[in-house]
């Protein structure tokens, strides 16, 4: 009798303990323009989830968790936003507003016409390895810094792989360099910049000249971001048993220092570690053309 009532109650609650709230969501601005490839992040770092295109998203988790926790909002160009989880029940549309950007003062002498190239060499294309994505959000950072004071940053290469997607949209970031936590800091873009390859096997240039990006003498740190597209993006590596998502960058020329940062929802940015035993650390092929 005793085991029936117990079975009895278990019935009763087992579909709460897994039920699932309103969890569809869309975000736009205030004047009603979908923000797409926003990210969706507990504020815990617990989960989280990217924009489409659309600025459509959702999140499956149980509606005992929604219940309890915060989500930011964050986009590119927009303030971020804190919203109870639960408030999602009741309007699924987030309204970001546009951010007022802050430029760096930088030192900028009499440009003389000379170019430059920093970042991985282009000629230097480790043809086995590369830094492939998990999952929509996630980022691979490069901290470059130059020499020479003041130099403008006209366009952005990104060496894509053919293996993975090589089609696969995604974006770039640039990131001022938090001199005090050692790790990427503010955005520096205003707007969303995304590049796709034809093929694989390639350098992809993305043109950023009209931002007016002039590299400050602590450094910045350049990004790809992976975006959420459409699971036909997806690819299994069955060598290594993993699902990747999009793309695969390079892998570039290697450097004494290891200048190479990650990002994750649960973690956010971290530097990249690597064995002690490895004198010399491969990077991601990311590289800058630049002007004085």
């Known amino acids: 009798m005793v085991l ?20 569809d969501g869309k975000v736009i601005s205030k004047t009603k323009e979908s923000i797409p490839y926003a990210n969706i992040i507990e504020v815990n770092r617990s989960f989280g989830v990217a924009a489409d295109m659309h600025g459509r998203f959702e999140l499956q988790q149980p509606k005992s968790i929604l219940d309890t926790c915060f989500l930011k909002i964050s986009a590119l160009g927009y303030r971020d936003t804190i919203i109870h989880a639960s408030s999602l029940y009741q309007d699924c549309v987030v309204i970001l507003t546009k951010a007022s950007l802050l430029l760096q003062e930088v030192s900028i002498t009499s440009g003389k016409g000379n170019s430059y190239c920093l970042g991985v060499d282009r000629k230097c294309i480790v ?6 994505g998990v999952y929509p959000g996630q980022q691979y950072g490069l901290f470059i810094k130059s020499s020479i004071d003041g130099i403008k940053v006209n366009s952005i290469e990104v060496y894509i792989k053919k293996e993975g997607s090589p089609t696969s949209p995604f974006r770039i970031r ?17 707007k969303q910049y995304i590049g796709r390859a034809k093929k ?12 007016n990006i002039f590299i400050p003498k602590q450094g910045i740190v350049v990004a790809v971001e992976w975006i959420f597209t459409n699971d036909k993006y997806y690819y299994s590596n069955d060598d290594a048993g993993h699902n990747y998502y999009g793309v695969v960058i390079g892998q570039g020329n290697k450097s004494k220092l290891p200048s190479v940062y990650r990002k994750k929802f649960e ?8 064995p002690q035993s490895i004198k010399k650390f491969p990077r991601p092929a990311i590289r800058l053309n630049c002007s004085d």
């Open 4 to 23: 029936n009532i117990r079975i009895f109650l278990l019935l009763m609650i087992w579909p709460n303990m897994f039920a699932f709230g309103q969890t």
């Open 127 to 132: 043809l086995c390895g590369g830094w492939p």
């Open 174 to 190: 640039i990131y001022a360099f938090d001199s005090i936590t050692e790790l990427p800091g503010n955005d520096i873009l205003t």
């Open 200 to 211: 694989g096997n390639e350098w992809v240039s993305i043109n950023i000249k009209n931002e």
């Open 267 to 274: 973690t956010g940015w971290v530097k990249v570690s690597f």
